[in-house]
């Protein structure tokens, strides 16, 4: 039988785009449903409760003005419950709700995950949610595309990997 060579570093499998995505996609999911109810009094007022999404539609295009402040903020504080959720699970936990479903999970560089670490790597999926930042969200995603790593990942010192 071979001796194990004790230089060979051991293989990780990357994640697939798609395991990634989907798990953003459910924890997305998660927090406007958390979201929608905390402000639906305020969107009903705004818009009615009896409207097709067509119409839905059409009040908010016709309205935008007096709607965009309202809209601003809910943006603004889905980003931060965004950011406190990525943050928190992942700083307890290692992984979100949808990173659970996927069995998958962040891992660190260094000896131990600290808290710093979790909330830089989360900025961008915070800022998904608000229109005027995206382009940070959408940096993010371009650089991954080319190098299989998120740019707040590198920055950070973490990665995901499948548990």
Known sequence: MPKKNQNMVKYKEQVSVWKRGFAFIIDIIIIQFLINLSFNKILEDS????????????????????LQPKLLLISIVTAIAALIY??????????????????????????????LQVLL??????LFFVN????????????????????????????????
């Open 132 to 163: 005027y930042t995206i382009w940070v969200f959408l940096i993010d995603i371009l650089y991954y595309s080319f190098t299989r790593k998120r740019l707040f990942d590198k920055i950070a010192k973490t990665d995901v990997e499948k548990t």
């Open 47 to 66: 818009f009615g409760s009896d409207k097709s999404l067509i119409e839905l539609f059409n009040t908010g295009i016709e309205n935008y003005s007096t």
């Open 86 to 115: 990525f943050t928190l699970m992942e700083f307890k936990l290692r992984q979100t709700l949808g990173k659970m479903l996927f069995k998958i999970k962040v891992v660190q560089y260094t000896k131990k995950l600290d808290f």
């Open 121 to 126: 790597r989360n900025i961008p999926k915070a």
